[in-house]
């Protein structure tokens, strides 16, 4: 079991945070995910006709995580919060990447729903995962990158574990050592809003969404949260 923790220092800056942890346990990635599939289809169909669009950083979803990222001294517009760069791909390609079944199912529910989302392998995490600041001294090693090592500076909002950095800039870029891949089984996807009381929700339907989609293909799913009433969970 992993506990997932929000810091004080977290919940005292962006106090309406809330945090959807949804876990998968006997994940089966080499399946046929056809409800996934599906999802993906529709959504690049709705693009294509015009029925929908992503949401883009004038949008108040996307426009609060710039105004986080900037509070900790990230520029957003260099280092886009990733349902802003997702979003942003999706309009300019008309299709979303295709990575695999499980990381496919939360980029097609983050961004319909125009929420950050990310996932980690637990059985790569050590200890429990924080939701803090980073104090400078930890290391980082982004995702498909396995020889590189990075070091956020201090005060940028990262989740990390005990052996390191499992996400920069909160939710811009996932860790290489937890990625999740076909043969992941054991699974932790969050979904994130800094505005409970606006898009409590739009989280929890995104949660429930994703949880459908996962549920086909794991022995046992379920969601939690995190928010300043409730900061730690273990999933």
Do not use: C, Q
């Amino acid at each position: 079991m992993v506990t997932f923790r929000l810091d004080p220092a977290v919940v005292g800056a962006f106090p309406e945070t809330l945090i959807a942890v949804v876990t998968a346990t006997g994940l089966r990635g080499r399946e046929e995910w056809t409800g996934t599939a599906a999802a993906v289809a529709e959504l690049e169909r709705e693009l294509a006709e015009g029925a929908w669009r992503p949401a883009d950083e004038t949008d108040p979803r996307i426009e609060a995580w710039h105004t986080a990222y900037r509070s900790f001294g990230t520029n957003p517009r260099r280092v886009r919060p990733s349902v802003d760069a997702l979003g942003r791909r999706l309009a300019k390609k008309g299709a979303l990447p295709r990575v695999n079944p499980a990381v496919d199912s939360y980029n097609v529910v983050s961004v319909r729903h125009g929420l950050p989302a990310g996932a980690f392998d637990l059985d790569h995490v050590t200890g429990e995962v924080a939701i803090r600041p980073a104090d400078g001294s930890e290391s980082f090693t982004p995702l498909g990158e396995p020889d590189t090592v990075e070091h956020p500076r201090p005060g940028e909002i990262v989740y990390a574990d005990t052996t390191g950095i499992l996400t920069r800039h909160w939710n811009h870029r996932d860790a290489h050592r937890t990625r999740v891949t076909e043969d992941s089984t054991h699974v932790a996807f969050v979904l994130e809003t800094l505005h409970a009381t606006r898009d409590g929700r739009l989280l929890t339907a995104a949660a429930e969404e994703l949880r459908k989609l996962l549920a086909r293909h794991a022995d046992r799913t379920a969601v939690d949260h995190l928010s300043a009433e409730r900061p730690r969970v273990t999933v």
